[in-house]
């Protein structure tokens, strides 16, 4: 399992995620510019009750500089550098983006589903490889990590976890692969949970074989937050799981669509109020520039089977009242990032309001970064076109030349003003 973390990193601070042990319970994070390891943060205390994970956080950065940071372990506060314990990728770099609303272009790695435990036939190292040639190749500025980071429920479990379950599938699926802990360490990481960090098409109301649903909700959730939350952007209370972030001039909302969930009726849901009106705060806020909004099930891409899907009945209504949201005001230059489907494409939405002129929204998919199946074509429909109770006519379609699901993969995007 790596120590190090490079998480959510802005103008002006970053969130450096760390891990130490009984042994080094003590953390200690130097870090400069350009290679430059003079400065010192406040050494962090972990707990054994967190699996001794933490944030440091640094403050008072230069924007758009190339930082490097180092994180040693300690038993004690006062121990020396010559006592501490140095792990193997204990070092990470990043750079700190341009202050927000700044004209810059921008490039970013995106993808989900990274299948672990299975041993050498799931083996996540040859994937995360590659990956991290990319990083280099594109010069990219962050990756996002849409849902699925583990496989808690692969193989299927036959008893009720406990924390210490989860926390291990966090161990094999990051330890267990050398170029994961070192792509872990190279870049921002932005990271949203989608089922499998609880359990498979996990709903609030959802029928299991064995334990609690709020018992298993509970620890997963805990893992979650001390493996891959923490190091997010806190932006809506301890609480929230979703969160916003900004590049320059191109912002983000990360959507949390599993742990409000409700599938069945009345009142499925895939977000809860609060959610939702923060998200069209966001939409509002930032109605003319070009965005991205990350959810880890497709919203744009209309599935046959649609089960737990944005397109399936029991989340429809929510998802049209997005639609009418963003017709309404005329929300365009919008862009939905997703995985979950073991497959990629471009994907469009002609909107229509009953009594405006038309725009397009859009689709990226990119899935899996490490999976056996693979979805073809013909899960989804290409082409449908469907009204809301409110008049607004939506029309989505796949363009079948993008569509991609021969083999493990991550998608590589440029911005560079309103062209992607």
Same mark, same amino acid.
């Given at each position: ?148 980071? @583990?496989?808690? =429920?692969?193989? +299927? ?9 989860? *926390?291990?599938?966090? &161990? #094999? ?18 990271? @949203?949970?989608? =089922?499998?960090? +609880? ?9 299991? *074989?064995?334990?609690? &649903? #709020? ?40 959507? #949390? ?164």
């Amino acid at each position: 399992m790596p120590n190090l973390i490079i998480g959510h990193v802005s103008y002006d601070r970053a969130r450096i995620w760390v891990r130490g042990s009984s042994k080094g319970p003590v953390a200690f994070l130097s870090y400069g510019l350009d290679g430059d390891l003079t400065q010192e943060a406040e050494p962090l205390l972990l707990e054994e009750r967190h699996a001794y994970t933490g944030v440091i956080t640094l403050e008072g950065l230069e924007a758009a500089e190339r930082y490097t940071c180092a994180v040693s372990f300690g038993q004690a506060f006062d121990d020396t550098p010559a006592v501490r314990l140095y792990p193997r990728y204990n070092t990470g770099t990043f750079k700190t983006t341009p202050p927000e609303g700044a004209e810059v272009e921008l490039n970013f790695i995106f993808g989900s589903c990274n299948l672990h435990s299975l041993g050498i036939v799931s083996a996540p190292g040859p994937a995360y490889e590659r990956i991290g040639e990319l990083v280099k190749e594109k010069n990219a500025d962050f990756m996002i990590h849409c849902g699925d980071q @583990i496989y808690y =429920d692969v193989p +299927i479990p036959a008893v009720s976890p406990d924390i210490d379950q989860y *926390r291990n599938k966090y &161990l #094999d699926a990051w330890g267990d692969s050398t170029p994961t802990a070192a792509l872990l360490t190279q870049l921002p990481h932005y990271m @949203i949970l989608d =089922d499998h960090e +609880i359990v498979d098409d996990f709903s609030n109301d959802k029928d299991i *074989r064995i334990g609690s &649903l #709020d018992y298993i909700k509970t620890v997963a959730l805990k893992a979650y937050r001390e493996f891959q939350h923490i190091h997010n952007p806190q932006v809506y209370g301890n609480d929230a799981l979703y969160y916003n972030f900004a590049f320059g001039r191109y912002p983000f909302f990360v959507m #949390d669509i599993r742990t409000e969930r409700y599938q069945k009726a009345p009142g499925a849901q895939m977000m809860g109020q609060q959610q939702l009106n923060h998200f069209f705060e966001w939409l509002q806020t930032h109605r003319d520039a070009v965005k991205f909004v990350v959810t880890s099930g497709p919203f744009v891409g209309e599935v046959r089977n649609s089960g737990d899907k944005w397109s399936s009945e029991a989340f429809r209504p929510q998802r049209e009242q997005i639609i009418d949201f963003i017709a309404q005001n005329h929300i365009s230059k919008l862009v939905f990032l997703t995985g979950d489907r073991h497959n990629a494409y471009y994907a469009t939405m002609a909107i229509t309001p009953p009594d405006g002129d038309s725009f397009t929204i859009h689709e990226l998919m990119s899935s899996p970064i490490n999976q056996l199946s693979k979805r073809s074509l013909h899960h989804y429909h290409t082409e449908l076109e469907s009204k809301t109770q409110n008049g607004t006519t939506y029309k989505c379609e796949i363009d079948v030349d993008t569509y991609y699901a021969t083999h493990s993969n991550v998608m590589c995007v440029h911005v560079s003003g309103s062209i992607l």
